[in-house]
Structures are given as C-alpha cells and as structure tokens.
C-alpha cells in the first residue's frame, strides 16, 4: 500500500492551476517541480514528460491523469498533485477531460519502484470518492490534507 505522505509533500501540491491545454499543463509541472526539486532540471523533466506522453495518453479517464518519467538525478520516487480550474483535452482514454493530475518521477533505475508506485496510484485515482474530495479542495493545503488523509 502507497502511503502518499512517503511521496507527496505541501510544497509539491497545486490547487486549481491555471492551463488551457496539454502542452501548458507539462510545461507548468515540469516548471513548478523543477522550482521545488534541486536536482531535476525543468527542461529536461518536460522533455521527458512530453515523450512518456507520444508513447501514449497518461489520461487515465474520470478526469484523471497520472504523467511519470524516470530521471538520472532522483533519488527517490517523488510526487506531485495538481489540480485545474478547469479540465483541459489531455487525449484521455476516455476522451473526456482532465482536472487531477498527479506526477510520478523515479529515479532512472527504480523500474519496479516506480511501476508499484502507479498501480497504487491508478487504484487511488480510481476512487470516486477520493477524487471528489481531491475536486472539493479549494486551497493547496487543503488538497494536500484531503490526499493524505484519505481512508481507503
């Protein structure tokens, strides 16, 4: 079981950002953790990120996407939780859009790690109930607290 506190902190959650459409939502991630994070450089984690996404759609559906990329300078798995003012085309699974985003990076050689670690979030997004209070959430401390106070 993913205890989110062990991923997540304050600093690392956004609440009800601002973007209009993929590109802008990777490169607002890719800019806020590479503010937040010493070792990721922004460009390089974008670059990544936009990658993952040619392979395919991390929109999971329901509103939901999980970005994930492996980095060189990690040294654990990190996460990030945003959510948008408005839900943005991300080419969901779906084809509905998405408001919940939340940003998996593993270091490069933690193949398992990070594999465990999106399962246990996609069965955590997964949760109707989970995702609603992450939607009722109208500040980032709230968000933070709704997330890791969650009781599946």
Same mark, same amino acid.
């Given at each position: 079981?993913?205890?989110?506190? *062990? =991923? $997540?902190?304050?600093?690392?959650?956004? @609440?009800? *950002?601002?973007?209009?459409?993929?590109?802008?939502?990777?490169?607002? =991630?890719?800019?806020?953790?590479?503010?937040?994070?010493?070792?990721?450089?922004?460009?390089?984690?974008?670059?990544?990120?936009? /990658?993952?996404?040619? $392979?395919?759609?991390?929109?999971?559906?329901?509103?939901? /996407?999980?970005?994930? @990329?492996?980095?060189?300078?990690?040294? /654990?798995?990190?996460?990030?939780? =945003?959510?948008?003012?408005?839900?943005?085309?991300?080419?969901?699974?779906?084809?509905?859009?998405?408001? =919940?985003?939340?940003?998996?990076?593993?270091?490069?050689? *933690?193949?398992?790690?990070?594999l465990n670690a999106l399962a246990a979030l996609a069965e955590l997004l997964n949760q109707s109930?989970? @995702?609603?209070? $992450?939607? /009722?959430?109208?500040?980032?401390?709230?968000?933070?607290? *709704?997330?890791?106070?969650?009781?599946?």
């Amino acid at each position: 079981m993913l205890k989110l506190q *062990a =991923i $997540l902190t304050p600093e690392r959650t956004l @609440c009800r *950002a601002p973007a209009t459409d993929k590109t802008q939502v990777l490169e607002n =991630i890719a800019s806020f953790l590479g503010e937040n994070l010493p070792n990721v450089d922004s460009k390089g984690l974008l670059n990544n990120l936009l /990658a993952r996404e040619r $392979l395919g759609s991390t929109g999971l559906g329901n509103g939901i /996407a999980i970005p994930h @990329c492996r980095l060189k300078n990690l040294d /654990a798995v990190v996460g990030a939780l =945003i959510t948008l003012e408005q839900p943005i085309d991300f080419n969901a699974v779906d084809d509905k859009p998405v408001d =919940i985003f939340f940003v998996l990076l593993a270091p490069e050689q *933690a193949t398992q790690q990070h594999l465990n670690a999106l399962a246990a979030l996609a069965e955590l997004l997964n949760q109707s109930a989970f @995702c609603a209070r $992450l939607r /009722a959430a109208r500040t980032a401390a709230d968000l933070y607290q *709704a997330a890791v106070t969650f009781d599946n």
